[in-house]
C-alpha cells in the first residue's frame, strides 16, 4: 500500500497529521536528509520535498530565498533522489516531491518517475500543473504507481474540487486563501476557512483533506485545520531554519519547533 | 470606421490554448477561475459589435490608428536593393504598438467589472500603454518593474508616476522583465478577486497568447490594405524584432497564409554563443515559464538562465508559444542580432531617415544588413517599426 494512504489509516480519530514542507538543499546540501530524519521524530507525518525552481511564481518570499539558497548551492533532480534514497535506509515516512515543472521537464518526465519510483517517492505536488495539463505526467506516473495530488483553493468551483478529489490520491492539498505561500497571519486565514473546509468536504469525498497556506504555530493549526485530516507547514518551517542556521545545535532549534507544531507546547 | 480583420485559414491556437505542441495553461489552481472568465468574456466581446467598436474608435481617435505605411526612400538608396516600407507603430499614441493591446484588455477589464489593474513591464512601454489606458478610464494602476529596468527607462518610470501609476521595483532575480512577470503574477495570485492582470506580450496562459496577437493585428490587417494600396500587391519579406514577440504576431496573423517570407529577430546581445544572450528561439528549448510551454532560456537542471540584451524590451529568457509553433512549422525564419549591431541600426535609421528607433526595433533593422544583399530592386520588404528611441537616448548615448 501507498505510505501516504497507509499513514491516514493509521491515523487517531482526533489527531491532526503534519506535513512538512522543506526544500530540498535548504540551507545546505548535507542537512536535508537529517533535517527530515529529525523531523519524523518530532511529529512530522509526511514529508513533501521541494524540488527549487528559480522562478517560483506561486511562492512567496520565504520560499523564494530557500529554493535561491539550495540553487545556489547546486541542487539537482538527482542529488533529491539521492537524498531520499538516502531517506529510505532508515525510515518510511511517506515523501512527496513537490515543485514546478519545468526542472521536471527538462529532467526528463519518464526519467523523473522510474527514479523516483526507484528511491522510493510517493506522490508528486506540481503547483503549476492543474488537471487540465496532467497529460503531460500523468501516463508517466501512473506507469510507476505514484500518484499526483492536486491542489483546491477557495475558489475553486464544486465540480474542479471534485475532479481534483477524483484525480488525487493520498489526500487533497486545500490551499486555505488564495495567495502566495507564507506571508499572512493565522488569524487572517481561521476567519474564512472553515467555510471553505465545509465546501471542500462536499466536495471530495475519496481523499483526506490536507489543509496548508498561513499556518505557524500548533494553536493556527488546531484552528485552521479543524475540519482536515491535517495541515501543512512550509514557510514558518524554512523561518525558523533561516532564525537558527548555523547556530550551534541549530538543528535541535528547529526540531523543538517541529515538535510544539504537533503537540502544542 | 471599423477596421474589417483579414480572413486566415490559419487557425491556430486550439481550443485548449495550444498551438501545435506550445502553449497551455500552466498556472496555480488559483487562477485557473480568473483565466477560465477571461477566456469566456473575450470570446463574447470579440462577437459584441458594441465591444469592437468602441475598441476601434479608441484605436481611431486616441491611439491614432491607422499608423502609416512609410516609403524609406533613404534607406532603401542606401542598400540599393529591394524596396523598403516602414509600419510607422512608433507613430502610436505613446510611441509604440503596445497601446493597442492595453486599450483591449482594459475594456475586457471594465467589462468584467474589475477595478485594479496590474501590469509587468520591460523596457516600460506596456507599462506606460497601461498607465495610459488606466488614467484615461480612472483605473488604480500598479505596474512591477525590475529594478534594473527602472534605472535604464527612467524617463518611462516618470511617464507612468506622472499618469497616476504606482511603479513598484522588483529586486528578485535578475532584476528584469522575467521578475517584474513573476511578481505581477504573485500579485494575481493574492488579489485575483478585484484585479485584472494586463500581460503585455504574446506570453502567459492561455488565453493571454492568443488575445494579445488579435488585439495587435490591427498592425497587420492595416499593413495588408496600405501595401495593396501603394504597391498592387504584396510584400516580399515581413520583418519584425521578437522579445516576447507581439509587434511580430500583430504584423505578421493577418500574411500567414500568404506567400510572403516571414522573418522575427531576436536579440543576441554580446552573440548567441557569449552566455549574455536573449535569443531564445536560437538558443533555447522548449520548457515551461510564466504559464506556458515555450521555447526558453535554461540549464541543464531546468532553471531559467538570466538573458542579456541592450534592449530591456527584448531582456526575456521566454517567447510566446506561436513563435515556438512557427518557428518548428517553418512558417517564420527567426535569426539574432548582437547589441553592437542594433546599435549600427539605431545609427543608420536615424541618420537616413530622421527616425530614432527604440533599441528593440533596431533588431530588426539590423538584419536588413545579412537580408537586402539577397533581395532584388522589384522585391518589397516591410519592417515593422514597432517603437521610437526617445526611451532609449541613455542608453543610446552611453554606446555612440
Known amino acids: 500500500m501507498n505510505r501516504i494512504t497507509k499513514k491516514f489509516q493509521e491515523k487517531q480519530a482526533d489527531e491532526k497529521l503534519m506535513s512538512l514542507f522543506i526544500t530540498a538543499g535548504y540551507p545546505d546540501l548535507e542537512s536535508t536528509v537529517d533535517l527530515i530524519l529529525g523531523f519524523e521524530k518530532n511529529g512530522a507525518d509526511v514529508i513533501e520535498l521541494g524540488m527549487p525552481f528559480s522562478d517560483p511564481l506561486a511562492d512567496g518570499p520565504t520560499i523564494q530565498y530557500s529554493s535561491d539558497v539550495a540553487i545556489e548551492k547546486g541542487i539537482s533532480i538527482d542529488k533529491i533522489m539521492d537524498m531520499v534514497a538516502e531517506i529510505r535506509k532508515h525510515s518510511e515516512i511517506p515523501i512527496i516531491l513537490m515543485g514546478y515543472m519545468n526542472p521536471v521537464l527538462r529532467y526528463g518526465v519518464s526519467k523523473f518517475c522510474d527514479r523516483a519510483k526507484e528511491v522510493g517517492v510517493d506522490g508528486f505536488i506540481l503547483p503549476d500543473i492543474p488537471v487540465e495539463e496532467s497529460g503531460l505526467i500523468e501516463k508517466e506516473a501512473d506507469n510507476v504507481d505514484i500518484p499526483i495530488i492536486y491542489l483546491v483553493a477557495p475558489n475553486t468551483t464544486d465540480e474542479r474540487m471534485s475532479l481534483a478529489d477524483e484525480k488525487s490520491n493520498g489526500f487533497v492539498y486545500c490551499v486555505s486563501v488564495t495567495g502566495v505561500t507564507g506571508a499572512r497571519s493565522g488569524e487572517e486565514v481561521s476567519q474564512s476557512v472553515n467555510r471553505f473546509i465545509e465546501r471542500v468536504g462536499e466536495n471530495v469525498t475519496k481523499n483526506p483533506k490536507m489543509i496548508g497556506f498561513g499556518i505557524k504555530s500548533f494553536d493556527d493549526a488546531q484552528k485552521i485545520a479543524e475540519k482536515a485530516d491535517g495541515f501543512i507547514v512550509g514557510s514558518a518551517l524554512i523561518n525558523k531554519i533561516k532564525e537558527v542556521y548555523p547556530q550551534q545545535n541549530w538543528k535541535d532549534h528547529v526540531f523543538d519547533f517541529v515538535h510544539s507544531l504537533k503537540f502544542g507546547k | ?400
Open chain 2, 1 to 400: 470606421m471599423q477596421a474589417t480583420e483579414i480572413k486566415t485559414k490559419y487557425d491556430q491556437p486550439n481550443n485548449r490554448g495550444y498551438f501545435g505542441d506550445y502553449g497551455g495553461k500552466f498556472v496555480p489552481e488559483i487562477l485557473i477561475p480568473a483565466i477560465t472568465a477571461l477566456e469566456e468574456e473575450y470570446q463574447k466581446a470579440q462577437n459584441d459589435p458594441e465591444f469592437l467598436q468602441q475598441y476601434h474608435e479608441l484605436l481611431e481617435e486616441y491611439v491614432g490608428r491607422p499608423t502609416k505605411l512609410t516609403f524609406a526612400d533613404k534607406l532603401t538608396a542606401h542598400y540599393g536593393k529591394a524596396k523598403i516600407y516602414l509600419k510607422r507603430e512608433d507613430l502610436c499614441h505613446t510611441g509604440a504598438h503596445k497601446i493597442n493591446n492595453a486599450i483591449g484588455q482594459i475594456l475586457l477589464a471594465r467589462r468584467m467589472g474589475k477595478t485594479r489593474i496590474i501590469a509587468e513591464t520591460g523596457a516600460g512601454q506596456h507599462g506606460v500603454a497601461t498607465a495610459t489606458a488606466c488614467a484615461k478610464f480612472g483605473m488604480q494602476c500598479i505596474v512591477y518593474m525590475g529594478a534594473e529596468d527602472t534605472v535604464r527607462q527612467k524617463l518611462n518610470v516618470d511617464r507612468m508616476r506622472l499618469m497616476g501609476a504606482e511603479v513598484r521595483e522588483v529586486t528578485s532575480g535578475s532584476k528584469t522583465l522575467k521578475d517584474a512577470t513573476n511578481e505581477a503574477i504573485r500579485d494575481w495570485v493574492t488579489n485575483v478577486e478585484d484585479t485584472f492582470y494586463i500581460i503585455g506580450s504574446v506570453v502567459g496562459p492561455h488565453p493571454y497568447p492568443m488575445m494579445v496577437r488579435n488585439f495587435h493585428r490591427v498592425i497587420g490587417d492595416e499593413t495588408k490594405r496600405q501595401i495593396l494600396e501603394k504597391e498592387g500587391r504584396l510584400p516580399d519579406y515581413l520583418v519584425a524584432c521578437v522579445g516576447g514577440g507581439s509587434n511580430a504576431l500583430g504584423l505578421f496573423y493577418p500574411f500567414m497564409d500568404d506567400d510572403v517570407k516571414i522573418i522575427g529577430v531576436e536579440a543576441a546581445g554580446y552573440g548567441v554563443d557569449s552566455g549574455q544572450t536573449a535569443a531564445t528561439i536560437t538558443k533555447g528549448t522548449p520548457g515551461i515559464l510564466h504559464g506556458s510551454l515555450s521555447y526558453l532560456l535554461h540549464d541543464a537542471n531546468g532553471q531559467i538562465e538570466l538573458a542579456h540584451s541592450i534592449s530591456a524590451g527584448l531582456d526575456y529568457p521566454g517567447i510566446g508559444p506561436e513563435h515556438s509553433y512557427l518557428h518548428d512549422s517553418g512558417r517564420v525564419q527567426y535569426h539574432a542580432v548582437t547589441d553592437e549591431e542594433a546599435m549600427e541600426a539605431v545609427k543608420l535609421l536615424s541618420q537616413k531617415e530622421g527616425i530614432i528607433p527604440a533599441l528593440e526595433t533596431a533588431h530588426a533593422f539590423a538584419w536588413l544588413e545579412n537580408l537586402m544583399p539577397e533581395t532584388s530592386p522589384d522585391e518589397i520588404v516591410i519592417l515593422n517599426l514597432s517603437g521610437r528611441g526617445d526611451k532609449d537616448m541613455k542608453t543610446i548615448s552611453e554606446n555612440l
